[in-house]
């Protein structure tokens, strides 16, 4: 009996790598953070290594994504992440979006809540873990780049509008 759920596991495993999920690799920039944004070498390459792969249109796939489940799980975490953040369509957002996504970014890394733990557990991207230093320096950019919006439109256009 358990010959034959080993088997089976075995046939499912090897039948579920036909069935890919669409790779995050259109690298489509043309509504980038940086388009509009001052984003110094030094923010660039920690945006880069810890949060480009779920936060952009070009996510750099390690080996075991090509692997199933683990593709549809990866798969999962970039949707997401380009759901809440997406900084290769930033600036096609309103005003009050960009200034409340700014202000996500300082919470979420002053917080700790990114990268996740599930991106950096393991051995897995080392890189990405971020230091005190490099939390300060991040959060410092966004709070620069609230400052700039701030100092720059009216502030009635930084705010979500009200529902009737």
């Known amino acids: 009996m358990l010959k034959k759920i080993l088997i ?14 669409e790779k995050n690799i259109s690298n489509d ?3 980038a953070i940086a388009k509009k944004y001052k984003v110094p070498k030094d923010v660039q390459r920690l945006l880069e290594v810890s949060c480009n792969d779920c936060h952009t ?4 796939y390690p ?3 090509n692997i199933q489940p683990v593709a549809w799980w990866l798969d999962d975490h970039v949707v997401d992440g380009k759901r809440h953040l997406n900084f290769s369509e930033f ?3 309103p005003l009050f979006v960009q200034h409340h996504k700014l202000d996500e970014i300082v919470e979420m890394v002053e917080e700790g809540e990114m990268p996740l733990e599930s991106y950096t557990n393991f051995g897995l991207h080392p890189e990405a873990k971020l230091t005190a230093e490099q939390r300060t320096t991040i959060t410092a950019w966004a709070k620069a780049q609230m400052a700039y919006l701030e100092n720059t439109y009216p502030a ?8 009737d």
């Open 63 to 65: 080996w075991y994504a």
């Open 29 to 31: 920039q043309t509504y």
């Open 156 to 163: 009635d256009s930084l705010v979500f509008p009200k529902r």
């Open 57 to 60: 249109n070009k996510t750099v």
């Open 8 to 21: 089976a596991l075995l046939i499912v495993l090897v039948v579920i790598q036909f069935f890919r999920p």
């Open 91 to 93: 600036t096609n957002r």
